[in-house]
């Protein structure tokens, strides 16, 4: 598999980045390329058109219905319903309950054919703990995690290989299972310690994300969802006293093997 960062600038836009959008992409046996849209907060249709023709996506996940999640679902369903040039096919999005009606409630659309549309360009699928689904060849476990929602993250498992995204929690014991011997672990890291100790249930600090992936074993740690107000640095250096394996941040447009 491939993890493209297309966003990764946590709970709003920054000055460099979108919010959280990734691209997962993987070839199967017979050649064909799989390309899944994973989240798509605000500001990242933009950076997705700099990688991957948008026409040429096979399904869209999406952890949570916060706008830094979810809300650049409503720009690609106005390019995938109005595509002057392709006729192009209905593909599914995987989102918490509700997203059908929350994307219409931003778009001012009543229902799933936008105005003047042919049809639907977007099926939803609704998340459940524990619903497994498949994209091609790709595997997706969903599981339920703590941060206000329904809010999921995913265990995404293809060509033997297991990335582990964590959506956006606190620590939780589903996290853990989600990321138990993942070969990469992308996760949140909102928050710092100390400064952020009165907001509990809401999101990670760099120490309680290196203690997920410690616990779970994960072979690599990418830290991402890190605010524009805070130094990256530290959530860095918290997760690194706390977890022995390699560990990133998450850059714009930065691609990484699994
Ligand atoms: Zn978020
Ligand atoms: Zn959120």
Known sequence: ?????????????????PASSYLVQHVDDEGRTWR??????????????????????????ISHLHADHFLDVAALEVFRAYHPERDLPVIPVYAPEDAAARLNAATGNTCTTPP????????HEVLADQRTFEVGPVRFTAREVRHPGPAFGFRIEAGGRTLTYS????????????????DLFLCEAGYIEGRDDHIEGLHLSGRRAGVAAQEAGAQHLLLTHIPAWTDPQIPMREASEVFEGPISRAELLATVSV
């Open 167 to 182: 959506g956006d929690t606190d620590s939780c014991d589903s996290l853990v299972d989600l990321a138990r011997d993942a």
């Open 36 to 61: 899944i849209l994973l989240d798509a907060g605000n500001g990242s249709f933009s950076t997705l058109q700099r990688v991957v023709d948008p026409c040429d996506l096979d399904a869209v996940v």
């Open 116 to 123: 003047g549309a042919s049809g639907p360009a977007l099926k």
């Open 1 to 17: 598999m491939k993890l493209t960062v297309l966003g990764c600038s946590g709970s709003f836009p920054s000055a460099d980045s």
